[in-house]
T-cell receptor, first 114, second 111 residues
């Protein structure tokens, strides 16, 4: 059973460009979470999605950030007009539809804004 | 709201030493509790979990007991190895189904 897949693993963008991060959850998992991690800091929750629904986006900045989890295909985290402060590691996690919501993490996408 | 407090690191130990990483939490109701481990350059991996009071989670020699009376979930290992060097995160999931993570504790094990 393949784990959570994220791509790209590393992404370099110039200020003002768009960054698009992809996440494919584990097979059978219908819940996807996105987190941001800055150096020497913990994980910051951004958004929780189920197929075609945003369940909770309380951790996501109101501007420039958006997320989706379409019926078919991976979940996408989109950052428009990136700024240097967006440089971080972005992790996706999935969890099964029932149970105790343990998280299975992908390897992360390391975004660098130059 | 829910919160998780972990001891600050880094924790530096010699190989075969005893490990304790403290974790306390604040939550309404009866959350599920988790420990995750992150190796350099990788995502977090679930290490162990406990879903109700007095449950003991264990995996790879690590243990943690869900203590409702002290709202704690301390991570322990009797004899650490160099390969255990990583960052350890305590987390809870309560009624909102949104996990709350601690800030992480870095463990460095010297040969």
């Amino acid at each position: 059973n393949a784990g959570v897949m994220q791509n790209p693993r590393h992404l370099v963008r110039r200020r003002g460009q768009e960054a698009r991060l992809r996440c494919s959850p584990m097979k059978g998992h219908s819940h996807v979470y996105w987190y941001r991690q800055l150096p020497e800091e913990g994980l910051k929750f951004m958004v929780y999605l189920q197929k075609e629904n945003i369940i909770d986006e309380s951790g996501m900045p109101k501007e420039r950030f958006s997320a989706e989890f379409p019926k078919e295909g991976p979940s996408i985290l989109r950052i428009q007009q990136v700024v240097r402060g967006d440089s971080a590691a972005y992790f996706c996690a999935s969890s099964p539809p029932t149970g105790y919501y343990e998280q299975y993490f992908g390897p992360g996408t390391r975004l660098t804004v130059t | 709201g829910d919160s998780v407090t972990q001891m600050e690191g880094p924790v530096t130990l010699s190989e075969e030493a005893f490990l304790t990483i403290n974790c306390t939490y604040t939550a309404t109701g009866y959350p599920s509790l988790f420990w995750y481990v992150q190796y350099p350059g990788e995502g977090l991996q679930l290490l162990l979990k406990a879903t109700k009071a007095d449950d003991k989670g264990s995996n790879k020699g690590f243990e943690a007991t869900y203590r409702k009376e002290t709202t704690s979930f301390h991570l322990e290992k009797g004899s650490v190895q160099v390969s255990d060097s990583a960052v350890y995160f305590c987390a809870l999931v309560g009624g909102s189904y949104i996990p709350t993570f601690g800030r992480g504790t870095s463990l460095i094990v010297h040969p």
